[in-house]
Every structure is written in C-alpha cells, then in structure tokens.
C-alpha cells in the first residue's frame, strides 16, 4: 500500500508538506505510475486533489489552484503535496495512489492507504 505522511493540525494560513510512499513491491516501476492526492473530509465523497504524471505533467483542482504543489521523486519512490495558506475547508483525511486514464476520467486503482489527517483551525 501507499503509505501517505506529514498531516497534523495548522491554523489558518498556515503549511503542510505530506509524503506518499510507495512500496517495495514496485520500487523498480515507480517511474511508471501516475499519481494523485485524494482527499476526503467528514461526510464528503473521496475527491482529488492534484495528479502528477509519469512525464511530470501535473493538474490540480479549482479549489486547491495556487495554493498547493505536487511534486515526485522517483529516485526516492515518493511524491509530495505542498500545501499552503491552508484554510479550514481544506481539512481531511489525504490520501495518495496510482491513477490511470479510464476514458476521460482519471481513476485511481490502487489499495487505499490510511491516509493522513490534516486539519486547519480557524
């Protein structure tokens, strides 16, 4: 499973940085998965947040637009969420995993992970 890190409780403004990790299991093709960051708040549906592609193309949700950053490592087997000048909506457990283009509509296929909770306090 992805391994998603970095969550914790931050005041309005403020920023995080969250780390996916990927298992063993695909270290040697990391490379060739596309990414994505979930996430999903209390009594809300999963949703996403931004996607990065194995050609380092990335898209973001409207609501997150300029204000946070995906980014990969592939020789550390990670991708990354910078998040900033954080507000209260954007609390939520945040997820990460693979995606594929199923369609039209990127979809992702992996094991969810726990997550990570991030909080923003007003």
């Known amino acids: 499973q992805l391994q998603a890190s970095g969550g914790g409780l931050v005041q309005t403004g403020g920023s995080l940085r969250l780390s996916c990790a990927a298992p063993r299991s695909i270290f040697s093709v990391f490379s060739n998965y596309d990414m994505g960051w979930y996430r999903q708040a209390p009594g809300n549906l999963r949703e996403s947040v931004a996607r990065?592609?194995?050609?380092?193309?990335?898209d973001y949700a409207d609501s997150v637009k300029g204000r946070f950053t995906i980014s990969r490592d592939n020789s550390r087997k990670r991708v990354y969420l910078e998040m900033s000048r954080l507000k209260p909506e954007d609390t939520a457990v945040y997820y990460c995993n693979s995606i594929k283009m199923v369609g039209e509509t990127w979809t992702p296929y992996g094991d969810w992970g726990q997550g990570t909770q991030v909080t923003v306090s007003s």
């Open positions: 990065i592609t194995t050609t380092f193309s990335t």
